[in-house]
């Protein structure tokens, strides 16, 4: 179930009313103590519930009220009805499935009154259901790979072990070499011999009797199974009746490679050790008992086949990271022992760990060096790949939405354009005659008055902007209509020297020349009229040359002679 809508998705709290709140199927806790239930509805009574329990909106429809799902507080519900209580103070929060399973677990699972089967429950389904590891388990309740991996072997106890467990009757260690017997009739027998009618055995009799009676599995014996020599009266395991296998009736529920005769697989066990040590002997591999052997093992860096996988490197399947090495390594695929030791009647071969590794990498349960290295190496490539793509993906999804907007913008100007020039089609506003001078003369459209042709006009320079929009904003549609006229033909008013021909005339097919002609024929001016008056009169004033005024008549025009000083004047400004 995923996280949905309803009058209770938001974030809150509030009281909820207790018919309305359901206990969630997926709490690991399943069990709770009815006198500290009713310990706890008597507190509630008499003080209220001092902490609101945390519960998640559930699916609901129109003809069903808003009901909630218990994430963190059962054993706080339970108590509330049994104080009476109609309502419960609630801390409401959307989550998914997995994010209510993690609170159950990760937050509620670490009070200190969760059983240690709950715990291993709700470890086992994060895995099973939402691919946990072992590691990941680890950070999140901030435990030790090796506790999760402990917790996790709980779940292998049968129910009548369980329920011992629960009552108290086992304690966990006691519970956990329990848990390691792979038959649940054998876990149920071992259980009653370890309880002993209210007499329990200490765990360390308990991890003795057990070791000796019941870790019976024949795949892992470490004796050939099928040597009939081996013990005499025995035979070999595979006809022998009491191997499950050969009585599929009597054992159906069980795994067929089963010893239900413990003294029978002791004595081969012992017969076993005798004859591996008198090899070892003659071949001079050393043996170490007793107390001896207690303390080589303590200090010798040689190590047993039940040693764990995840202690050695390069692990290739890390789902039986925390099996042991005898549980992945046949007889045969063991590497030579270095040493024995005997201990309490048991030998057990020791080896070297460089042997270990090596034949562990021979099974392919661990990669080598090599094999290590190449898989990182195309492991990064394939990451390497994988971020180019999605960096080109990204690239190309970021253009294309760029295109997309640039073009819905241009779509939207044009449409407003067009609705500008429907508005103005029967001529421009002084507004916008003025916006398009602005537009003109101070973006980028290299386009200027002719300032220095018609200094009357514009009597700024060039790079006074603020003269040139106070002309601007005071000037007339005809001024300013002129003014854009102005800059169009601008350029065509002076001519250089050098741009003359070679008879020192203009170039009439210049194309800013031909337009020039065209504008005058359009205000029906004659340019070549205009030329030849200039001409004129410049001719005029060069063969007539102005007579000096008398001093009579330059008074009566109002000249007021200049003083008889020489320049520059003693006082003013020349011209004032």
């Not at 009713?38 to 945390?54: C, D, R, T, Y």
């Not at 291993?120 to 072992?134: F, N, S």
């Not at 506003?429 to 916006?435: G, N, P, V």
Request: glycine fraction near 4%.
């Amino acid at each position: 179930m995923t996280a949905v809508a309803s009058n209770f998705s938001n974030p809150h709290f509030g009281n909820i009313p207790l018919a309305c709140v359901i206990p969630s199927k997926t709490n690991p806790r399943k069990h709770f103590n009815e006198a500290d239930l009713a310990e706890l509805a008597e507190s509630i009574k008499n003080h209220g519930l001092a902490q609101p329990i945390l519960v998640r909106p559930l699916p609901t429809s129109e003809d069903m009220i808003d009901c909630v799902e218990i994430v963190a507080g059962e054993r706080r519900y339970r108590a509330s009805k049994l104080a009476g209580l109609e309502s419960i103070p609630a801390i409401v929060r959307e989550l998914t499935d997995v994010q209510a399973l993690e609170l159950q677990i990760i937050e509620n699972l670490q009070r200190k009154d969760v059983h240690e089967i709950e715990e291993a429950e709700g470890y086992d389904q994060l895995m099973k259901q939402h691919g946990y590891t072992a590691d990941k388990l680890a950070d999140k309740v901030g435990k030790s790979r090796s506790y999760i991996y402990g917790r996790l072997k709980f779940c292998a106890l049968s129910p009548s072990v369980r329920e011992a467990f629960f009552d108290g009757k086992l304690s966990a260690s006691t519970a956990l070499l329990i848990a390691r017997i792979p038959v649940e009739s054998l876990q149920d027998q071992a259980t009653e011999e370890i309880v002993n009618d209210g007499d329990p055995m200490s765990y360390r009799s308990a991890f003795e009797h057990i070791q000796l009676r019941y870790m019976l599995t024949l795949d892992r014996a470490r004796f050939p199974i099928k040597d009939a020599r081996l013990v005499a009266d025995a035979g070999s395991c595979d006809a022998c009746p009491k191997r499950t296998g050969n009585q599929p009736m009597v054992f159906k529920d069980v795994a067929a490679d089963v010893c239900t005769d413990p003294n029978c697989f002791a004595s081969k066990c012992r017969a076993h050790d005798n004859k591996v040590l008198a090899v070892a002997e003659k071949k001079g591999t050393p043996v170490y008992e007793g107390e001896e052997a207690k303390q080589f093992k303590k200090d010798t860096e040689l190590v047993p086949a039940d040693i764990p996988v995840w202690r050695f490197d390069r692990i290739a399947d890390h789902t039986i990271e925390y099996k042991k090495a005898e549980d992945v390594l046949t007889q045969e695929q063991l590497p030579k022992p270095a040493a024995f030791v005997r201990i309490d009647g048991k030998v057990q071969a020791m080896y070297e760990e460089t042997a270990m590794q090596a034949a562990l990498e021979k099974a392919c349960i661990c990669e080598s060096q090599e094999a290590h290295d190449a898989r990182l190496e195309a492991e990064r490539d394939q990451v390497a790949e994988a971020e180019e793509e999605a960096k080109q993906q990204a690239s190309k999804a970021a253009r294309e939405r760029r295109e997309r907007l640039a073009e819905d913008e241009t779509a939207a100007r044009i449409a407003a354009y067009r609705k500008v020039r429907e508005t103005m089609q029967h001529g421009l506003s002084l507004e916008a005659w003025r916006l398009i001078a602005k537009e003109l003369l101070l973006g980028d459209y290299y386009v200027s008055v002719p300032a220095n042709e018609l200094p009357e006009i514009y009597t700024w320079t060039g790079a006074d902007e603020d003269a040139l929009i106070a002309y601007v904003e005071s000037a007339t549609v005809g001024q300013l209509q002129l003014m854009l006229m102005d800059m169009v033909f601008g350029e065509s008013l002076a001519i250089k020297a050098w741009a003359l021909d070679e008879d020192d005339k203009v170039n009439l097919q210049d194309e800013k020349h031909q337009s020039f002609a065209a504008l005058c024929d359009a205000a029906t001016v004659d340019i070549d009229a205009v030329r030849s008056s200039l001409q004129q009169a410049s001719e005029d004033k060069v063969s007539k040359p102005k007579k000096a005024k008398s001093k009579d008549s330059a008074k009566a025009a109002g000249i007021v002679p200049a003083p008889n000083v020489a320049w520059p004047f003693p006082t003013g400004t020349r011209g004032e």
